[in-house]
Nanobody, 128 residues
């Protein structure tokens, strides 16, 4: 069984920070987590799920949506099978359900269709 579990969401005032975590478990991830590209997506009510950021297996290559560049930072700890999303200078428009996703190809991509595994998501609400 493959499982991604997000945590760290919550309510924060504009300008504040949150750190999301996504822990991977299951036989496949336990053995091969370090071979997976990881990504974060978000979905606001009434909108499509959109790309936020991704990170390569090694953690060297990252990609960010323009809307979060300079404010959000993705990182990973392969020893802990965990990917993180540090979100600073949060804005009300960052309010959404945040999902982590995994792709077993070491080519970061923004297309949600390219990610095979998804977590259940965690809610982030930014008040003005």
């Amino acid at each position: 069984q493959v499982q991604l579990v997000e945590s760290g969401g919550g309510l924060v005032q504009a300008g504040g920070s949150l750190r999301l975590s996504c822990a991977a478990s299951g036989r496949t991830f336990s053995t091969y987590y370090s071979t997976y590209t990881m990504g974060w997506f978000r979905q606001a009510p009434g909108k499509d799920r959109e790309f936020v950021t991704s990170i390569s297996r090694s953690g060297i290559t990252t990609d960010y949506a323009d809307s979060v560049k300079g404010r959000f930072t993705i990182s990973r700890d392969n020893a802990k099978n965990t990917v993180y999303l540090q979100m600073n200078s949060l804005k009300p428009e960052d309010t959404a359900f945040y999902y982590c996703a995994a792709r077993n190809v070491d080519t970061p991509t923004r297309a949600k269709e390219d990610y095979a595994y998804w977590g259940q998501g965690t809610q982030v609400t930014v008040s003005s």
